[in-house]
């Protein structure tokens, strides 16, 4: 990563309640936050961002889905309007592409299909599609190891 | 070791005919992979019970591993290991999957 690459923070607190769980095993911590900082470095944070708190909201992770990530510029109105982004007038056709797959990705991956992949390859080329649906794994299971781990314990 | 016997109890709904320490890891696998806060109280406690903490742990990282296989299965490039059949799952010592 160069020294000027992003910094993720996470003002949602879930970068500590791995680090807590898993305080016995600092290299799975730091293979994990390596993981966090790398989705956010390669692909478009604002993009991921909405992808973050839908994904949140869709698993049921209140935590996640009220935090916003510092130093990425999306419009909170854009952000509270996320559950009626197909037809709020705040997203344009490249949110839609991408909100349509992020959820389907996040509730039924195995049901995802050429239109809705094909889109976001239109706007975003081969490398962007693929650097987007990694990032978006690194967050989504980030929330879901800390939703299962806020219901067990 | 899983045989294929298990693994096609594993494939039924709520894992019928698995022993119940199977069913609970089970439930706890489902429930991460849908919604967390679907696990029930009761499913909570039988876990706590049944399960360390280390082990209720490794169960939770292990399935958050396997889905990284979820951008092979979005970008259809998820192709089988060898065409039309099933294969065995192998790992090393280091717990690396091994290619047959």
Do not use: Y
């Not at chain 1, 994990?32 to 839908?54: F, S, V």
């Not at chain 2, 709520?14 to 009761?42: N, Q, V």
């Amino acid at each position: 990563m160069s020294a000027t690459a992003f910094r993720a923070t996470d003002p949602a607190g879930t970068s500590e309640l791995i680090a807590r769980v898993l305080a016995d095993h600092p290299e799975v911590v730091a293979a994990l936050d390596e993981a966090h900082q790398a989705a956010w470095n390669a692909t478009d944070q604002r993009l991921l961002e909405m992808c973050r708190i839908r994904a949140a909201q869709l698993i049921g992770c209140p935590a996640e889905a009220a935090a916003r990530m510092p130093g990425v510029a999306v419009d909170s109105a854009v952000l509270d309007a996320l559950p009626s982004w197909p037809t709020s007038p705040l997203f344009d056709d490249l949110d839609r592409a991408v909100l349509a797959w992020c959820e389907l990705f996040v509730i039924d991956v195995a049901s995802m299909n050429d239109d809705l992949v094909g889109a976001v390859r239109d706007r975003l080329g081969d490398a962007g599609l693929i650097d987007l649906t990694n990032a978006l794994l690194v967050v989504e299971q980030r929330q879901r190891l800390r939703c299962t781990w806020e219901v067990l314990w | 070791v899983v045989d294929e016997e298990q693994a096609g109890l594993a494939a039924r709904p709520g894992g019928t005919g698995l022993a119940a320490r199977h069913r609970l890891a089970l439930r706890l696998a489902d429930a991460m992979m849908t919604r967390p806060d679907s696990l029930a109280a009761t499913d909570c406690a039988a876990l706590r019970e049944e399960f360390s903490p280390a082990e209720l742990v490794e169960m939770t990282i292990d399935v958050m591993k396997w889905n990284a296989q979820k951008p092979p299965v979005a970008l259809g490039v998820d192709v089988e290991v060898r065409a039309g059949d099933l294969t065995d799952l192998v790992f090393d010592d280091d717990g690396n999957w091994v290619r047959p």
